[in-house]
């Protein structure tokens, strides 16, 4: 764990939740600062989908507390009073996207609009021209523009998770939480939405935390990763740092799980990995 700031993006302390017999979360200390992008890694059950939810307050914990940008989200498996303002500064970006497919892509990304418009504004589909000028903007940026008037079950999985990044940026969010937004993405489309993800934690100064299967894709977009095994953190350092002996000293068993998934973005052959005994590894254990 490192030193606790004042200045950290994100904070986390103490943070559990049990499901029944299962402990989802134990004990979970953590912090981001501002304009990091940091890797959230861990095996099917780990606890990475559990932990994102919980920093952006859709859920609550049985102990711990959980602050963005010094503002509480929640304590002692309460929400705060002020949550909603909240949320209105962390964008959530979906692993299933989370649009609504029978609207058009210009109005599910002016959705994150919501939070400072007038609610019979938004029950009307009301915009202004700044707004929707913001949000073909924002579609520029993620390059799918000329689909602002399709519905959104018209875009291919990829074009989606784009369309939903957008939402964030007209958001304005300044936290930015991704749920495995590749897991369900051909390798190009994978690319894609990294290189957006890393171009907005560069440019916009976002703090990003994104969890992701693949640890060859952490390596390449996240400087620092953080492992979770059974609701716990058990390495929370450079990705550089990770080697498939540091792997399977952290998971034993679980390692085979987490080196043997493909690294779509490397598979494209266009980006030799940083880490090519990873992938002999990851070859290895597809082969037993």
């Known amino acids: 764990m490192q030193p606790i700031s004042q200045a950290a993006a ?15 979360l134990e004990t979970v200390n953590l912090e981001v600062m501002p304009g990091e992008m940091v890797a959230l890694i861990g095996a099917s059950g780990s606890g990475k989908s559990t932990l994102l939810r919980h920093i952006a307050g859709l859920v609550t914990g049985d102990a711990g507390e959980v602050q963005v940008h010094g503002a509480l989200v929640q304590e002692g498996g309460r929400l705060s009073r002020g949550v909603r303002r909240v949320r209105a500064g962390v964008g959530f970006v979906f692993q299933q996207f989370n649009l609504v497919p029978r609207l058009p892509v210009l109005v599910n990304v002016l959705a994150g609009n919501l939070h400072r418009m007038p609610a019979w504004r938004g029950i009307l589909r009301i915009f202004l021209g700044s707004e929707r000028e913001r949000a073909f903007q924002a579609l520029e940026r993620v390059g799918i523009a000329a689909h602002a008037g399709q519905r959104a079950s018209t875009l ?15 958001q304005g969010a300044k ?3 991704a749920d495995e937004p590749i897991a369900s993405l051909d390798p190009e489309s994978s690319r894609r939405v990294m290189d957006i993800l890393k171009r907005i ?7 990003v935390l994104v969890s992701l299967h693949q640890v060859n894709v952490a390596l390449k977009y996240c400087a620092r990763t953080i492992a979770l095994r059974a609701g716990r953190v058990v390495y929370d350092g450079p990705s550089a740092r990770l080697t498939p002996a540091l792997l399977r000293e952290l ?3 679980e390692a085979d799980e987490i080196l043997s998934l493909p690294d779509p973005i490397s598979a494209l052959g266009e980006r030799p990995s940083r880490r090519p005994e990873l992938e002999e590894v990851r070859l290895a254990a597809q082969a037993g």
Do not use: F, H, P
């Open 10 to 24: 994100i904070r986390v302390r103490g943070l559990s939740k049990r499901y029944g017999s299962r402990q989802a």
């Open 251 to 253: 998971y034993g068993a």
């Open 156 to 170: 291919s999985g990829g074009q989606q998770q784009r369309a939903a990044i957008a939402r964030t940026l007209i």
């Open 175 to 177: 936290v930015v939480l």
């Open 201 to 207: 934690n560069a440019e916009d100064g976002c703090t």
